[in-house]
């Protein structure tokens, strides 16, 4: 179990977290969600150590530290791979640095993706780059599987059928924790929905008590952020106003 408390991150006088907990269970697929710089993103660098931060993080009680840091694996947009290599050497480089980790996977998701093996990865599009970080996340052995917007750039068809192979592949102990704006996607293989705004934690529900209560995500979080459906037609009038 993964158990965030009390963690606040401020970069130089601006607040990013602010006293955010949480506890994220193996073997859930959990989805964050928050508008533009809502602090997702300082979140998940803040869990893998990249960032310092005041609070506690830990994993199954013991603070995250290079014994245990292979628990945890990122999918970021910003990269993680070496770009001159090819996808095959990534799967070398990776087989030979993570006990655990799993060609099996690694070989079916790259040929369902149907990325080159033998590309150096600069040369790659956005979405293929994007599919490799994701393909590695997923490959490491890890049980906590950070992804940060991972889908961008994806067409719609790599990404609903990506959803549904995610699915079908995750073993009962790993945990996706996915950061991502594509709210409406994603609530259908989402086991849980966290909201984050302004660096505070505002929302946690499971799928299951949305269901019942008949709403939708996108319910949930227009309600949880007071969401003002007026803004476009203010927005129009203003702009359109000759005055
Ligand atoms: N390196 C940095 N230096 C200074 N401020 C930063 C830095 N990184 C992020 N911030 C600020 O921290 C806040 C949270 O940013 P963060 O990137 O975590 O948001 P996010 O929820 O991931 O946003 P988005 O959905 O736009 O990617 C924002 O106000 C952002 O401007």
């Known amino acids: 179990m993964m158990e965030i408390k009390n963690v606040s991150k401020s970069y130089g006088g601006k607040r990013a977290l602010d006293n ?9 697929i959990v989805g964050l969600f928050g508008e533009n710089g809502a602090g997702k993103t300082t979140l998940m660098k803040c869990i893998l150590g990249f960032l310092r931060f005041s609070g506690e993080i830990t994993l199954d ?4 530290t290079r014994k245990n840091i292979s628990r945890l694996s990122f999918a970021t947009s910003e990269h993680s791979f ?17 006990p655990r980790f799993s060609e099996k ?9 149907d990325l080159p093996k033998y590309k150096a990865l600069r040369q ?25 917007e991972p889908f961008a750039g994806n067409d719609v068809f790599n990404r609903e059928d990506f959803y549904k192979v995610l699915l079908g ?9 996915l950061s991502t704006h594509l709210i409406e996607e994603v609530e259908s293989f989402i086991g849980r929905a966290v909201l984050i705004r302004r660096g505070k934690i505002v929302g ?8 019942e209560s008949g ?17 476009v037609s203010k927005a129009l009038s203003d702009l359109t106003d000759e005055e």
């Open 61 to 64: 009680g013991a603070a995250v």
């Open 215 to 231: 709403r939708r995500l996108m319910d949930y979080v227009k309600e949880t952020y007071h969401y003002k459906a007026d803004r």
């Open 169 to 177: 592949i995750l073993g009962p102990t790993e945990t996706i924790f």
């Open 82 to 98: 070496f770009p001159n290599l090819t996808a095959t050497a990534h799967k070398e480089f990776y087989g030979l640095h993570f």
């Open 124 to 148: 790659f599009s956005t979405g293929q780059k994007n599919q490799l970080e994701v393909i590695l996340s997923l490959c490491q052995g890890a049980e906590y599987i950070l992804m940060d």
């Open 20 to 28: 955010v907990s949480l506890t994220l269970p193996q073997g859930q």
């Open 105 to 113: 996977r690694f070989n079916g998701l790259l040929e369902f993706f």
């Open 204 to 211: 946690d529900v499971s799928m299951l008590e949305l269901e």
